[in-house]
C-alpha cells in the first residue's frame, strides 16, 4: 500500500465506526418507543405537580374573610395571693391557659393583687354578640366571673383600647360562654359549619390571640374526632376535635375554621407539658357550640335533662355478660329521690334502649336524654336479673337533681373488727369495715344492710390491680354476690377459676364522696 493510502486509513476506520454507532442508536431508540407504545400502563393519568401556590392562596383567602369576627379578649380581677407561687405540675397534660399568667406582687401571700388574662372569641351576631370559653372569662381556680371583660376587634382603629363586654350567659359543662359589645354599628360575622361533616385529615385554620398577639392564623389538619380528655362527669359533654394546628395560651375561644371558611370548632385546650404548642390541640365541636349559643341568647342559660344515674361510658363485654345483656349500659349508682329512683331503675340495671333507640355507649345515653325537654317521659329498657323489663323516666333538670353522695370511711387503712385476707387469685389484701363504717355506707349508698370490705392493698401486675382497683376501695360485691365479711370474700375467691368472669361493685371515695362502680374481666 502507498504511505498516502496509509495516511487516510485512520480517517476510514473512524467514519465507519461513527456510521455503524448512528446505525446501533438508531435501532435502539426506535426499539424503545415501540416498548413504550406496548407496555407501561397507557390509560393511567400523569401525576400532576403539587400547587403550593393555589393551597397557600386558600389559606390567605380563608384567613381575610375569617379574621374580622374574631377578637382579642381581656379580663381584668383582683385576686387574694394565698401562696408565694403558683405553679402547674409537670405531669399535668390539661392545665389551664390562663392560671400561668399570674402575676404576683412583693407582698406575697395574703396581697390582694390584679390578675390579667388574654383570650379569643368570635362574633356570630351583628349586634356584638361573641362566643367564647367559659374559663377566659371566670376567675381562674374560682367559679367566679372576672371583674372586667374588654373586647378588642380586629383593625378597629376607632376604640383601640378596645370595649367594655358583659356576661350574657356560660355554660361550664362544655366550657363556653356568650358575651356582648356595644359597638355602635353592624359588626362582621363568622358563619358556622357543621363539625360532623368534617374528617380526619381535612385541613383547618386556627385563629386568634396566642400570648397576645392578636389575627395571629395557623394551619394544621383534623387529627382525630370524639377525643375524650378529662372522663368522668366533667368531661360528658365535652367531645373534642383535635387538631394539630398550633395553638397557644390566648387561643382559647377562638375559631378552628375550615376550607370554606366556617367555625368548626371553638379552640378550648392543649395537651401539652411545657404550658405551650406541642402539636395537639382541641377545640369543641361546632355542632355543640350552636346548641350552647342558642340556649344561651334564647334563655340566659342551658338547661339540659337528666334521669339521676351514673355509668362508665364503655362497658366490656365481660361486664354486660355477667348482667345477661348483650349491650346497653350498666347503671353504676342511682341519685337518691332522682328521675330514675322514683321510676324504680336500680343499681346493677343494664339500660340498652331509650324511646326505642338502641344504647350501646354511655354517651349515647347522655346525647337522648341531655337533648330531651324537662318534664319529658322517656321509655327506658332495661336488662334485671337478666331478664328484659320496661318503665318510663320524666326527665328532670340536671342542675337541679345532680348531686354527690357525701361521706365514707374516714380513715383507709383503719383495721375492722377481724382479720384480712391477703393476696390469693384476684390479687388484692381486704379488711372487715368497722360497724361505724358500714352503717355509715350502708346509709350514703342507700344499701339495704351492711355491706362491703374495704381493700388495704393491691398487688401489682395482679389481675386485680390491672382491672383498676385501688387501695382504699370498698369491695361490695364479687359476681352479683354481696360481701359482708373477709371470709366470704375468701370463700367466693377460692371458688374461681382460670377462665372464670369477675364482677367486682367497688364503691370509691374521691373528696369524701362516694361513687359506685362495676369492674369486670375474665380471669387469665
Do not use: C
Amino acid at each position: 500500500m502507498s504511505r498516502n493510502g496509509r495516511r487516510y486509513l485512520p480517517a476510514v476506520v473512524v467514519a465507519v465506526t461513527l456510521g455503524i454507532g448512528i446505525l446501533i442508536g438508531t435501532l435502539i431508540s426506535n426499539g424503545v418507543r415501540a416498548a413504550r407504545a406496548g407496555g407501561g400502563a397507557p390509560s393511567a393519568s400523569p401525576l400532576p405537580a403539587p400547587s403550593p401556590a393555589d393551597l397557600s392562596n386558600s389559606f390567605a383567602r380563608i384567613a381575610e374573610a375569617a379574621e374580622p369576627a374574631v377578637v382579642n379578649i381581656h379580663t381584668e380581677s383582683t385576686v387574694r395571693i394565698t401562696r408565694r407561687r403558683f405553679s402547674v405540675p409537670d405531669d399535668s397534660p390539661f392545665g389551664d391557659f390562663f392560671d400561668r399568667f399570674f402575676q404576683f406582687g412583693p407582698d406575697g401571700p395574703g396581697a390582694e393583687i390584679p390578675q390579667q388574662n388574654l383570650g379569643s372569641g368570635v362574633i356570630l351576631d351583628k349586634n356584638g354578640y361573641i362566643l367564647t370559653n367559659y374559663h377566659v372569662i371566670m376567675r381562674g381556680g374560682e367559679d367566679k366571673p372576672v371583674d372586667r371583660i374588654r373586647v378588642q376587634l380586629h383593625g378597629d382603629d376607632d376604640s383601640p383600647k378596645g370595649y367594655d363586654a358583659k356576661i350574657v350567659g356560660k355554660d361550664k359543662w362544655t366550657d363556653l360562654a356568650v358575651i356582648k359589645i356595644d359597638a355602635g354599628r353592624p359588626l362582621l360575622t363568622a358563619q358556622f359549619g357543621d363539625s360532623d361533616s368534617m374528617r380526619v385529615g381535612d385541613w383547618v385554620l386556627a385563629i386568634g390571640s396566642p400570648f397576645g398577639l392578636d389575627s395571629t392564623v395557623t394551619a394544621g389538619i383534623v387529627s382525630a374526632k370524639g377525643r375524650d380528655i378529662e372522663g368522668g362527669p366533667e368531661g360528658q359533654f365535652k367531645r373534642f376535635l383535635q387538631t394539630d394546628a398550633a395553638i397557644n395560651p390566648g387561643n382559647s375561644g377562638g375559631p378552628l375554621v375550615n376550607m370554606a371558611g366556617q367555625v368548626i370548632g371553638i379552640n378550648t385546650a392543649i395537651a401539652t407539658r411545657r404550658g405551650t404548642y406541642d402539636g395537639v390541640g382541641f377545640a369543641i365541636p361546632s355542632n355543640t357550640a350552636r346548641k350552647v349559643y342558642n340556649s344561651i341568647v334564647s334563655t340566659g342559660s342551658v338547661r339540659r335533662g337528666a334521669i339521676g344515674v351514673t355509668f362508665q361510658n364503655q362497658n366490656n363485654p365481660v361486664k354486660l355478660r355477667m348482667f345477661g345483656a348483650d349491650h346497653g349500659v350498666v347503671v353504676e349508682n342511682v341519685e337518691p329521690g332522682g328521675p330514675a329512683d322514683r321510676a324504680g331503675i336500680r343499681r346493677g340495671d343494664v339500660i340498652t334502649a331509650v324511646d326505642g333507640k338502641p344504647i350501646h355507649t354511655g354517651d349515647e345515653l347522655v346525647a337522648i336524654v341531655s337533648d330531651s325537654d324537662v318534664g319529658r317521659k322517656l321509655k327506658v329498657d332495661l336488662i334485671r336479673d337478666k331478664k328484659p323489663i320496661s318503665t318510663q323516666v320524666e326527665v328532670g333538670d340536671r342542675n337541679k337533681i345532680i348531686g354527690r353522695l357525701q361521706g365514707g370511711p374516714e380513715d383507709e387503712g383503719e383495721a375492722g373488727e377481724s382479720g384480712e385476707e391477703a393476696g390469693g387469685t384476684l390479687g388484692v389484701s381486704v379488711r372487715n369495715l368497722t360497724r361505724e363504717q358500714a352503717d355509715d355506707l350502708a346509709g350514703e349508698l342507700h344499701l339495704s344492710d351492711r355491706q362491703g370490705v374495704l381493700v388495704t392493698g393491691v398487688q401489682p401486675a395482679g389481675f386485680a390491680a390491672e382491672l383498676g382497683v385501688q387501695r382504699g376501695d370498698v369491695i361490695l360485691s364479687l359476681n352479683q354476690q354481696p360481701l359482708h365479711s373477709v371470709e366470704e370474700f375468701s370463700r367466693l375467691q377460692s371458688q374461681l377459676k382460670s377462665g372464670n368472669d369477675v364482677l367486682f361493685l367497688i364503691a370509691r371515695r374521691t373528696q369524701r364522696t362516694f361513687t359506685t362502680i362495676y369492674l369486670a374481666d375474665r380471669l387469665p
